[in-house]
């Protein structure tokens, strides 16, 4: 089953312009990552913020986490074509638990 | 360091047919973890591996199976194929060591394609 869901499923914007995607997750986590998928290949960690984050940067991207809501988001700012992908929030939970649980993801296409 | 590798890259098989898919992990990683993605479905959990132990599992059916070698080495079996195992497997790897810091590195892919 999904924990993480993304919003919106799909984004289109400018280069240069500012994306920023939604996850809300349903049961309470240890953390919560975000992924970058280009075109069917392997995934790539961005970002990971701890339950006792509230928001994190790394470059261009910023994430905040919203416990209380149970939400995330993700913005990429100063878009470049390169950021075209599939990006997918995934969260753990769990005292022993290993196992990521991932949205399905919001397809970003920055059009040069 | 290397990354993950996944072997093939690329499958064709036929329903009814069995198949055995490869992932080598980044070196000194002892977690192995394997994931199905469908269009339909997404990115779905089938199991980990810690040391060579499943440590977790997904809501997958008895046909799929894997196992850890003691080089960390994972290979992951389907047996009995169906047209809906036609997926991207994908196999990723992690020290494994701390809950906050699960931070996965995954390969490229096998994707295979039943008919």
């Known amino acids: 089953s999904q924990q993480g869901e993304e919003d919106p499923q799909a984004l289109s914007i400018q280069e240069g312009e500012n994306a920023t995607m939604n996850c809300s997750y349903k049961?309470?986590?240890?953390?919560l990552q975000w992924y970058r998928q280009n075109s069917g290949r392997g995934l790539v960690h961005l970002i990971l913020?701890?339950?006792?984050?509230r928001e994190k940067h790394s470059g261009r991207l910023r994430v905040t986490l919203d416990t209380s809501k149970k939400s995330s988001s993700l913005l990429i700012t100063a878009s470049r074509a390169a950021d075209t992908a599939s990006y997918f929030c995934?969260?753990?939970?769990?005292?022993?638990?290993?196992?990521?649980?991932f949205g399905k993801g919001t397809l970003l296409t920055v059009n040069p | 360091k290397a990354g993950v590798t996944q072997t093939p890259r690329y499958l064709i098989k036929t329903r009814g047919q069995q198949v055995t898919l490869s992932c080598s992990p980044i070196?000194?990683?002892?977690?192995v973890s394997w994931y199905q993605q469908t269009p339909g479905q997404g990115l779905q959990f089938l199991f980990e591996?810690?040391?060579?132990?499943?440590?977790n599992k997904g809501n997958f059916p008895g046909r799929f199976s894997g196992r850890q070698f003691s080089n960390s080495r994972s290979e992951m079996n389907v047996s009995t194929l169906e047209l809906g195992d036609s997926a991207l497997y994908l196999c990723?790897?992690?020290?494994?060591?701390?809950?906050?810091?699960?931070?996965?590195?995954f390969g490229a892919g096998t994707r295979l394609s039943v008919l």
């Open positions: 990723a790897s992690s020290s494994g060591d701390h809950i906050a810091k699960n931070i996965q590195y």
């Open positions: 049961t309470s986590i240890n953390n």
């Open positions: 913020i701890r339950s006792n984050e």
């Open positions: 995934a969260t753990e939970s769990g005292g022993s638990n290993y196992k990521l649980t």
């Open positions: 070196s000194g990683h002892r977690s």
């Open positions: 591996y810690f040391s060579e132990t499943q440590r």
